[in-house]
């Protein structure tokens, strides 16, 4: 089955610095990449996904990145903002399941210190 | 707009009671929902897939007998802790997506916001 590792586990950002979270995947077959914010004591909601035929995509200061070949994606977050503090997923998915079967990442905890 | 509603947000039980929470989607009609179990500072992983009208899907090494899940409508499914022991103890949450549409569309998975079960 899938398998979706993600680095690093935590990490620590001043206040307008960038922040760049890494998975990868091992089921080539996965192709819809969702990435997730979750804060304390509450579920987990969608930031921005990427499907498998785009490289690339971006809102505002949040921007993914996937390498296919590679099998891994990344989160970048431009000009980070103490609010930008919470945990991190990224998760992968793929049409054989009808995209619902999602499977997680260990998650990354980012701190953004004013 | 579309939200995914869950209820309780936190209960506190005795070790050998029973516990349900509630899973409801808003605004939308949903044929399947998605149960997951998430441990602190854990990811999040899925214990069973929720079908209107029938029987619940789940993932290997979750037992149906302890974890009894019900979606008598297109906007409900419950997950009921049978005989919760402090093992149990951890944040559920569950998830849905309109029914008929695909994610192709743009239609995204939403998340309740979960569920702190804590057995004494």
Known sequence: ?114 | GAVVSQHPSRVICKSGTSVKIECRSLDFQATTMFWYRQFPKQSLMLMATSNEGSKATYEQGVEKDKFLINHASLTLSTLTVTSAHPEDSSFYICSARPTGVSLLTGEKLLFGSGTQLSVL
């Open chain 1, 1 to 114: 089955g899938e398998n979706v590792e993600q680095h690093p586990s935590t990490l620590s950002v001043q206040e307008g610095d960038s922040a760049v979270i890494k998975c990868t995947y091992s089921d080539s077959a996965s192709n819809y990449f969702p990435w997730y914010k979750q804060e304390l004591g509450k579920g987990p909601q969608l930031i921005i996904d990427i499907r498998s035929n785009v490289g690339e995509k971006k809102d505002q200061r949040i921007a993914v990145t996937l390498n296919k070949t590679a099998k891994h994606f990344s989160l970048h977050i431009t000009e980070t903002q103490p609010e930008d503090s919470a945990v991190y997923f990224c998760a992968a998915s793929k049409r054989s399941t009808g995209f619902q079967k999602l499977v997680f990442g260990t998650g990354t905890r980012l701190l953004v210190s004013p």
